[in-house]
């Protein structure tokens, strides 16, 4: 059985930083990505960051230069360090975590991120 179980989110005013942290565990053959996607309130959830196993990042435009996708692989876990934060980023953060060769998306329950104007 594989677990994903993300913290680190909570309430701070814009401009304010918080890092997220996810962590997987159980039987996965290689976790080939892992990342962050977020829904905020009457919205689709949208891609946020993802890091591959070989390092490969890729943001959303609306992150770039503001949030960082970091990866310890000894540790099966995945960060993201949120920075100028606006009151657009409020929304549930939920971590991925990408099973290969068969591909199969694991998700988090996820963990509430608030951005107070």
């Known amino acids: 059985q594989v677990q994903v179980v993300e913290s680190g989110g909570g309430l701070v005013q814009a401009g304010g930083s918080l890092r997220l942290s996810c962590a997987a565990s159980?039987?996965?053959?290689?976790?080939?990505?892992m990342g962050w996607y977020r829904q905020a309130p009457g919205k689709q959830r949208e891609f946020v960051a993802t890091i591959t196993n070989g390092g490969n990042i890729n943001y959303a435009d609306s992150v770039k230069g503001r949030f960082t996708i970091s990866r310890d692989k000894d540790k099966n876990t995945v960060y993201l360090q949120m920075s100028y934060l606006k009151p657009e980023d409020t929304g549930v953060y939920f971590c991925l975590v990408r099973s290969s060769p068969i591909r199969y998306d694991y998700w988090g329950q996820g963990t509430q991120v608030t951005v107070s104007s």
């Open positions: 159980g039987r996965i053959f290689s976790m080939d990505v």
